[in-house]
């Protein structure tokens, strides 16, 4: 390559490669129990994969990992959020689950524990996501506890236009980083 020609690439290289730095991905953490670990569905079906999918389709460059672990309480979560939310993460989807009441925590009891999970994470300038909703039966799968294919598909656009919601949400407290 004649070197005019071969300096040319490399210039543009580096200015491609500095325009690809500018804007780091958002990083996204959805921290629940078996339901955001996927059971009983496909990894590529689970809600966490299938929102960082909407999410790029949206044109948000935004990367999302699931910390689900299976059988997991509110209360594990909180004792494990420091390590399930590397440092770094702009937004957790909390999905808590009923573990907590199948296995006999009262709903105050769990509902002082998500929100200490929340309250912690928020110290740590960590956006978050409460996703909670009581589903009905037909959104469940034949076990009445764990997510069809579908309703993962369902959860993964709701949680989407929540954070595109949330990334366009002007700072309102001076604690929380912008995603903007």
């Not at 020609?5 to 804007?23: D, E, H, Q, Y």
């Not at 009581?134 to 959860?155: M, Q, V």
Request: proline share 4%; with cysteine.
């Amino acid at each position: 390559m004649m070197p005019l020609l071969r300096g040319f690439a490399i210039a543009v290289a580096l200015i491609l490669s500095a325009r690809a730095g500018c804007a780091e991905a958002i990083k996204i953490v959805a921290v629940g129990a078996s339901n955001t670990s996927g059971w009983g569905v496909s990894s590529q079906d689970a809600f966490p994969a299938r929102l960082q999918t909407i999410l790029r389709q949206r044109g948000i460059d935004a990367t999302v990992v699931s910390a689900g672990i299976i059988g997991s309480t509110a209360a594990a979560m909180l004792g494990l959020i420091d390590n399930l939310v590397p440092d770094g993460t702009n937004i957790v989807v909390l999905q808590p689950g009923g573990n907590d009441l199948r296995l006999g925590s009262s709903k105050e009891q769990r509902a002082a524990t998500i929100a200490a999970i929340v309250d912690r994470l928020q110290r740590r300038h960590i956006r978050v996501i409460v996703y909670d909703p009581e589903f009905p039966r037909s959104y469940l799968a034949w076990d009445g506890i764990h997510f069809t294919a579908a309703t993962h598909a369902k959860i993964a656009k709701t949680l989407a236009d929540q954070i595109a919601d949330e990334l366009n949400k002007p700072e309102t407290d001076q604690n929380m980083p912008s995603l903007k």
